[in-house]
């Protein structure tokens, strides 16, 4: 019900965007989260975005740099990420949530297939 796409190569200090579509008809009422994992370590929180796009929340070590948003009429949020460092590089995933505004994998119902996002020095 979730496809992630937009992840790639990228030189540090560059910039992607990625993207996540939805299937169905409750998108519009789930909260939004991109999640990521790089090898070896475990899933972390990345961003999460309200129903009505109108909170959002990020993690530290992302913030002033990825933006989320969602257009509630194309069933998409996006992740736009800029000021990109190696640190960075990891699978990211999408995730929907239904009533919780959360930051931890297991509060997510709904994920997607993920992304390989890759960062270069």
């Known amino acids: 019900q979730l496809q992630a796409s937009g992840g790639g190569l990228v030189q540090g200090g560059g910039s992607l965007r990625l993207s996540c579509a939805a299937s169905?008809?409750?998108?519009?009422?789930?909260?939004m989260g991109w999640f990521r994992q790089a090898p070896g370590k475990e899933r972390e929180f990345v961003a999460v975005?309200?129903?009505?796009?109108?909170?959002?929340y990020y993690t530290d070590s992302v913030k002033g740099r990825f933006t989320i948003s969602r257009d509630n009429a194309k069933n998409t949020v996006y992740l736009q990420m800029n000021s990109l460092k190696p640190e960075d590089t990891a699978v990211y995933y999408c995730a929907a949530a239904r009533g919780i505004f959360g930051t931890k994998p297991l509060e997510y119902t709904y994920w997607g297939q993920g992304t390989l996002v890759t960062v270069s020095s």
């Open positions: 975005i309200s129903w009505s796009g109108g909170s959002t």
């Open positions: 169905g008809r409750t998108f519009s009422i789930l909260h």
